[in-house]
């Protein structure tokens, strides 16, 4: 059974950090390219961050570039997303998703809110 469980999400100050994590089990972890995507209040669910199988290539939003850092480590079966100096307009429903050509899995999601 295919599950991706996030975790690490909460209420932070404007200028805090949260390290968010995707605990993958059920599929080869490491053959799959991991991203995070997010999801504001009456917003489309958008892209913050990928990274490939290996773990040698990353892209970002432009909006997260400099503030946010993906990585993943394949012995753990876990993708992380370090978060850095987070705006109120980053406040969003989290989301894990792996992809490999005709796959496409995704988690639950976990709340990110970010208010003084």
């Known amino acids: 059974q295919v599950q991706l469980v996030e975790s690490g999400g909460g209420l932070v100050q404007p200028g805090g950090s949260l390290r968010l994590s995707c605990a993958a089990s059920?599929?080869?972890?490491?053959?799959?390219?991991m991203s995070w995507y997010r999801q504001a209040p009456g917003k489309e669910r958008e892209l913050v961050a990928s990274i490939a199988s290996a773990g040698g290539s990353t892209n970002y939003a432009d909006s997260m570039k400099g503030r946010f850092t993906i990585s993943r480590d394949n012995a753990k079966k876990t993708v992380y997303l370090q978060m850095n100096s987070l705006k109120p307009e980053d406040t969003a429903i989290y989301y894990c998703?792996?992809?490999?050509?005709?796959?496409?899995?995704w988690g639950q999601g976990t709340q990110v809110t970010v208010s003084s």
């Open positions: 998703n792996a992809r490999r050509i005709f796959y496409d899995f």
């Open positions: 059920g599929f080869t972890f490491s053959s799959y390219a």
